[in-house]
């Protein structure tokens, strides 16, 4: 791509399907871009990036459309294995915004998950601070409040599988 035909102030289309404006262009692999979403994420990228439209937004919902990695220390990988926590967000996306699983799965149907935990830096974030990190407990919404239908902060806990599973047998008897 001829670096001069990128110019400040050009709005650009990503394949993802999201925007971005060109901010400030240095050379071909030193171009600043904002992403024209609500987070207004800045962003180094090069020219060829920009020619094949593979710009990406961690902040565009990805995950079953709802759902994004966001920005932050929190990776999905470490040495190329998958952290326990994204598999375990991944997994509570799935579980209400999979419309396969939903069939499958009708209990969790009217299930959704906090503005905050729609984003995977917030819920790693949660998830390796609380106190029961690394003992393999598994993420429950239904110990803390009656009958609730959000994973949320607020609304979930971590808690010994044996204990998940008693729980699970009581609220669908």
């Known amino acids: 791509m001829n670096i001069d035909r990128v110019r400040v102030g050009d709005v650009r289309n990503t394949n993802e399907g999201g925007s971005y404006t060109v901010i400030e262009v240095n050379s071909a692999i030193d171009i600043l871009i904002a992403h024209n979403d609500e987070h207004k994420h800045i962003a180094k990228v090069a020219a060829s990036y920009i020619r094949k439209g593979s710009i990406r937004n961690p902040y565009f919902p990805t995950l079953y459309g709802v759902a994004f990695m966001g920005v932050g220390q929190h990776k ?5 294995v998958s952290v326990p926590h ?56 239904d110990l803390l409040v009656k009958g609730n239908k959000v994973y949320s902060e607020d609304t979930c ?16 008897a």
Request: aromatic share 16%.
């Open 76 to 80: 999905a990988k470490v040495r190329g």
């Open 86 to 141: 994204y598999g375990i967000w991944t997994g509570t996306i799935m579980r209400c915004y999979c419309p396969i699983r939903l069939k499958k799965y009708p209990s969790y149907k009217g299930c959704t998950v906090s503005k905050e935990w729609l984003c995977y830096q917030n819920f790693a974030k949660w998830y390796t601070e609380h106190e029961s990190y690394g003992m393999g407990y598994e993420l429950d919404k």
């Open 157 to 172: 806990c971590m808690i010994p599988r044996e204990i998940n599973l008693l729980i699970r047998v009581i609220v669908n």
